[in-house]
């Protein structure tokens, strides 16, 4: 199975800064990697595709970039409403497999 | 648009069958080129990749589960199921069912999720 390691796992963050959560594959991925975000209670959330494509409907703040192993998530002006746990997970190999969470807090 | 709506039983006795179905609506569950998948998350923790039924029938689990899990497809029915067998205290999760148009780009649309007890 194809690992994949988040970090920070939590991050403490005020709205208005900038947030970058990084991805690493165990092996190379090429660019097949999402962004899920999550809110308690609620199921996840698609945000990126294919490393850096947002999601229709999906603010701009949030950015994907990355390939093969190394990737990111940035939120460029954090918001109130992303308070919430970030997942990465890989769909080049089967079994698809998720990162172990990133959680954004408030600071 | 496509939504995806899990039932099925919430508490199920150690060594028992889990069965679980998630209802597709807005859309066709035989729409060419579409995987329907099944995620769990364990009380606070991640998630994990169970395994997707795709468009065609064509299945896979993950090697983890393999040998407990089934995914089968209803067509009359609109819907898809999930079941696993010789469930443990280990198996209390979220269970969410979700789809994805194309399956390198991930899992864009997903159900509210439904829990899941395993306990006697």
């Known amino acids: 199975d194809i690992q994949m390691t988040q970090s920070p796992s939590s991050v403490s963050a005020s709205v208005g800064d900038r947030v970058t959560i990084t991805c690493r594959a165990s092996q190379g991925i090429s660019s097949w990697l999402a962004w899920y975000q999550q809110k308690p209670g609620k199921a996840p959330k698609l945000l990126i595709f294919a490393a850096s494509n947002l999601k229709s409907g999906v603010p701009s703040r949030f950015s994907g970039s990355g390939s093969e192993t190394d990737f990111t998530l940035t939120i460029s002006s954090l918001q109130p409403e992303d308070f919430a746990t970030y997942y990465c997970q890989q769909a080049n190999n089967f079994p698809w497999t998720f990162g172990q969470g990133t959680k954004v807090e408030v600071k | 648009q496509l939504q995806l709506q899990e039932s099925g039983s919430g508490l199920v006795k150690p060594s028992q069958t889990l069965s679980l179905t998630c209802a597709v609506s807005?859309?066709?569950?035989?729409?060419?080129?579409?995987?329907w998948s099944w995620i769990r998350q364990p009380p606070g923790k991640g998630l994990e990749w169970i395994g997707y039924i795709f468009h065609s029938g064509s299945t896979y689990y993950n090697p983890s589960l393999k040998s407990r899990v089934t995914i089968s497809v209803d067509r009359s029915k609109n819907q898809f199921s999930l079941k696993l067998s010789s469930v443990t205290a280990a198996d209390t999760a979220v269970y969410y069912c979700?789809?994805?148009?194309?399956?390198?780009?991930?899992?864009?649309?997903w159900g509210q999720g439904t829990t899941v007890t395993v306990s006697s």
């Open positions: 979700a789809s994805s148009i194309y399956s390198y780009y991930g899992m864009d649309v």
């Open positions: 807005g859309g066709s569950i035989s729409s060419r080129g579409y995987s």
